[in-house]
């Protein structure tokens, strides 16, 4: 069964870092392509960051260029999303997302979110 669990949101001053943290079971992140997206209140899920299986390839969104970065530990089977810099428009619940090949076939799954809050 697969199953993706974040952590690490919270409340953090603007300038602040947070570490938001994905556990993947079920699957090898180091095989399959993960990444995070966020949606604040009233708007869509966007990609922040994310690479692809082979981990040779990240993109990240202009908006976070810089300043995030994603990560992986495949020894843990867990992806991170490190955060520097915060603003206050990075407030949103961000997920953990994850395309996982089972033969010919590709399914996406999703993490149940994090909390992300920058305010003073």
């Known amino acids: 069964q697969v199953q993706l669990v974040e952590s690490g949101g919270g409340l953090v001053q603007p300038g602040g870092s947070l570490r938001l943290s994905c556990v993947a079971s079920?699957?090898?992140?180091?095989?399959?392509?993960m990444s995070w997206y966020r949606q604040a209140p009233g708007k869509q899920r966007e990609l922040v960051a994310g690479?692809?299986?082979?981990?040779?390839?990240?993109n990240y969104a202009d908006s976070v260029k810089g300043r995030f970065t994603i990560s992986r530990d495949n020894a843990k089977n867990t992806a991170y999303l490190l955060m520097n810099s915060l603003k206050p428009e990075d407030t949103a619940v961000y997920f953990c997302?994850?395309?996982?090949?089972?033969?010919?076939?590709?399914?996406?799954?999703w993490g149940q979110g994090t909390q992300v809050t920058v305010s003073s």
């Open positions: 997302n994850a395309r996982v090949r089972w033969g010919v076939s590709q399914y996406t799954y």
């Open positions: 079920g699957f090898n992140v180091s095989t399959n392509a």
């Open positions: 690479f692809t299986s082979s981990g040779s390839s990240t």
